[in-house]
Nanobody, 120 residues
Framework: QVQLVESGGGLVQPGGSLTLSCTAS????????MGWYRQAPGNQRELVAT???????NYADSVKGRFTISKDYSKNTVYLQMDSLKPDDTAVYYC??????????????WGQGTQVTVSS
């Protein structure tokens, strides 16, 4: 079993910055990919950014040029640097990971979510 723990959310003014972190723990043999999704009230959960075991990254059009995803798989951690934040970025941000365990096949996991609020 794998657990994902996010941190770094909070309240920030428009134009400000936040950095989210997500660390995986448990039965981890290899991390195939990690990423961030978000869900605003009344909306479906949507992709924000993902990264694979290599150098590949993918961003939602709405965050390109403002958000940067990075990883340190030696620490089983993925980061999301969010700059030039807008009120529309307000949402619960969820970490997602595709991980193969020593004792299990690859599986997809979700964190509990961290609230990001952009408001003056």
């Amino acid at each position: 079993q794998v657990q994902l723990v996010e941190s770094g959310g909070g309240l920030v003014q428009p134009g400000g910055s936040l950095t989210l972190s997500c660390t995986a723990s448990g039965d981890i043999f290899t991390i195939n990919g990690m990423g961030w999704y978000r869900q605003a009230p009344g909306n479906q959960r949507e992709l924000v950014a993902t990264t694979t075991s290599g150098d590949s990254t993918n961003y939602a059009d709405s965050v390109k040029g403002r958000f940067t995803i990075s990883k340190d798989y030696s620490k089983n951690t993925v980061y999301l640097q969010m700059d030039s934040l807008k009120p529309d970025d307000t949402a619960v941000y969820y970490c997602n990971a595709d991980i193969r365990g020593w004792l299990s096949r690859s599986a997809n996991y979700w964190g509990q979510g961290t609230q990001v609020t952009v408001s003056s």
